[in-house]
């Protein structure tokens, strides 16, 4: 069971529950019971018809083992990211850019007294 649950603690709350609600009150708060569990067994039954019928087909052939995050190893995927080759760049030009040195930049514009810097109303 979940959440450290055992039959027998559940048996325990269950008595105690009974011994609070008293016997007058009780099939009506079991009635109330079955009803919240049968309405959330239909709503997770319909949240998953919407969701194949919204996803298609492909959605069965998603392995869900893959995308279980109990399977994230930290250690794992920073050692593959470091021994994995860089891809080399597809494009002539990107590889001459990559090798390039970049370009020196231009001293700031500077500006006599009482001139105004210029001013753009759309970016602020």
């Known amino acids: 069971m979940q959440f450290g649950l055992t039959f027998e603690k559940l048996l325990l709350i269950g008595l105690i529950a009974v011994l609070i609600v008293g016997p007058e009150r009780l099939p009506r708060m079991a009635e109330g019971f079955a009803k919240v569990v049968r309405r959330a067994g239909e ?7 919407r969701v194949r019928d919204e996803m298609g087909p492909e959605l069965d052939d998603v392995d869900w083992r893959k995308l279980d995050p ?13 021994l994995e ?16 040195e ?3 930049r231009t001293p700031p514009q500077r500006f006599t007294p009482g001139e105004l810097p210029p001013f753009d109303l759309e970016a602020t």
């Open 85 to 100: 080759e860089p891809a080399p760049p597809t494009h002539p030009m990107a590889a001459a850019a990559a090798i390039a």
């Open 102 to 104: 970049p370009e020196p």
């Open 70 to 82: 109990r399977q994230y190893d930290p250690r794992r995927i920073i050692r593959d990211a470091l």
């Open 43 to 49: 709503y997770l039954r319909d949240t998953r018809t």
